[in-house]
């Protein structure tokens, strides 16, 4: 299995950036991962929470992974320690810094094998595959949405309601300094094949519709992961939304 790995990231239209991403993806490997991290709260406090979180989790994959091979039967764990080790990073910073108590950040990485994906969530960043012109998320959802959603279902609010709630968006599950009450760590491998797009993405993405990006996806898949990169970037731009939120993502393409 091949890959073509490309990252992006724009401000959106915040003043300042809280997301934060990173790919290893090393030419000839048949192994790579990726580290995403939507930050919260505010300005300097997201940005440093993000860039905790990226940080240390990326620096421990890219040790431990070694050749890839000698964890791949213990990753899941190797997935759980890394992300407790950047959660007691920031634990440390905000006991240095008690003003910036509060902060956190989503954590998403996924890591694949050749032809097998695993990875680690803690949030709602979301990740998605496309296959076979069809888009799904694979990892859960660590907000309130799914919970609102499901009252939609069985008829408690309609749709419009729901898809204006005021904690649509609020988390049940992040990285900050204390327990973490839901990740999101599969055992088992999720196996990919030729033609797979994998998007690894904060929740600013989703300011487009799921099946706006699968039509996007649609039309565009076998273009480069940098010029799909464009393409999304370029459609979340024209929404002109004045609430966009930071956007960041990392797409994989598998050959």
């Known amino acids: ?59 421990e994959l890219k040790l431990k992974l070694g050749n890839g091979y000698d964890v791949e039967g213990n990753i899941g764990q190797v997935l759980r320690n890394v992300a407790q080790g950047a959660n007691d990073c920031i634990d440390a910073h905000v006991s240095q810094n008690p003003s910036l108590r509060g902060m956190g950040a989503t954590l998403l990485a996924p890591v694949i094998f050749e032809d097998r994906l695993y990875w680690i969530s803690i949030g709602d960043s979301p990740l998605f595959l496309y296959r076979g012109g069809k888009l799904r998320q694979l990892n859960e959802d660590h907000s309130l949405a799914p919970q609102i959603d499901l009252m939609v279902k069985t008829g408690q609010i309609d749709p419009e309601t729901a898809r204006n709630h005021p904690d649509r968006n609020s988390l049940t599950s992040v990285v900050m300094g204390r327990r973490i009450p839901l990740i999101d760590c599969k055992a088992n491998p999720t196996e990919l094949v030729p033609g797979d797009v994998l998007i690894a993405a904060s929740d600013g993405l989703q300011f487009l519709e799921n099946d706006e990006i699968e039509a996007l996806l649609r039309k565009h898949a076998k273009r480069s992961s940098s010029e799909i990169a464009e393409v999304l970037l370029s459609a979340v731009e024209r929404l002109h939304d004045p609430d966009q939120d930071n956007v960041s993502f990392a797409i994989i393409k598998f050959r």
């Open 1 to 59: 299995m091949k890959y073509d790995v490309s990252t992006a990231i724009s401000v959106g239209r915040r003043d300042y950036q809280e997301d934060a991403v990173a790919a290893d993806f090393i030419a000839g490997n048949p192994f790579g991962f990726a580290v995403l991290a939507d930050g919260m709260g505010g300005h300097a406090a997201g940005d440093v929470a993000s860039k905790i979180v990226v940080t240390e989790v990326f620096s």
